[in-house]
């Protein structure tokens, strides 16, 4: 297997270090090199924040260094998302959240980006969003998925009421994700799947629409 681009370690860094300008840069390098921005997204930036989560719980950075490193991220995202290959839309409509009492959104904003690629429309909700709204768009959109997020084990209780109203109420497919998530919950919650990276998610998403259209 070929070594991974040094652009990739690069951007982990530079999110790391909590060095905004180095991250931009090296979006725009791993462009000039030809690295996928997907990749760039998912194994340099994201791999720069979850370090930054291991500093965290080893309690070298606090929440102002983890906000600021998020802020970075985002920066850096800006730069590449652009640039990510975009299949002519005709998928469905997804509509995705994180849960209500959850602020941490770069992971739900990756899925949505790769989502949005692979040609759904995405209808993004944003963070911290409650059942009853999530509700009142998948009708209101008629979306054929959820896609719902969460970062927290406080909130997954948040996320399996979400899943149990939706699915009460709706014939969407919902897909839940998040670190805290695995397979045996998200079947325990009533999910129809679940993913662990935005790829996942996308795959995911293809073969519940594709079942939808059947
Ligand atoms: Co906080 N935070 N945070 N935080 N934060 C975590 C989650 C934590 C694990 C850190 C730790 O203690 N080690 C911990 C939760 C512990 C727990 O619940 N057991 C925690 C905590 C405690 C908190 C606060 C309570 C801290 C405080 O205030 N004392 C507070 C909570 C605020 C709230 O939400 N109510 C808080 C605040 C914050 C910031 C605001 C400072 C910031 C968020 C910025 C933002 O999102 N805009 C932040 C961050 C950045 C983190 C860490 C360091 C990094 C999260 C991240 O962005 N990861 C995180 C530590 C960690 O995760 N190791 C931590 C990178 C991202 C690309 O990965 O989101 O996992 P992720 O997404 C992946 C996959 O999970 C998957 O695909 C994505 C891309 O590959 N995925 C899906 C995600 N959604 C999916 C949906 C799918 C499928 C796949 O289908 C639909």
């Known amino acids: 297997m070929d070594a991974p681009p040094p652009v990739l370690e690069d951007l982990a860094r530079s999110v790391l270090e909590l060095d905004r300008e180095g991250a931009v840069r090296a979006a725009g390098e791993a462009l000039l090199a030809g690295v996928p921005p997907e990749t760039a997204i998912t194994a340099g930036l994201a791999e720069g924040m979850r370090r930054v989560g291991e500093r965290f719980a080893a309690k070298v950075y606090f929440v102002p260094e983890v906000l600021v490193a998020g802020r970075i991220f985002y920066a850096a995202m800006e730069v590449l998302a652009p640039h990510v290959a975009r299949q002519p839309d005709a998928a469905g409509t997804m509509v995705c959240a994180v849960v209500e009492g959850d602020f941490h959104d770069i992971g739900k904003n990756i899925v949505k980006l790769m989502v949005e690629a692979a040609g759904f429309r995405v209808v993004d909700l944003g963070k911290n969003v409650p059942a009853e709204r999530i509700l009142e768009a998948v009708e209101r959109e008629r979306a054929d998925l959820v ?8 909130t997954l209780d948040r996320m399996a009421r979400t899943v149990k109203i939706l699915k009460e109420r709706t014939s969407a497919a919902v897909l839940v994700g998040g670190a805290p998530v695995d397979r045996a ?5 009533g999910a129809d799947g679940t993913a662990p990276d935005a790829a996942g998610a996308v795959a995911l998403a293809r073969e519940f629409a594709g079942r939808r259209r059947r």
């Open 147 to 154: 896609g719902l997020s969460t970062l927290m084990t406080p």
């Open 185 to 189: 919950f998200a079947a325990k919650i």
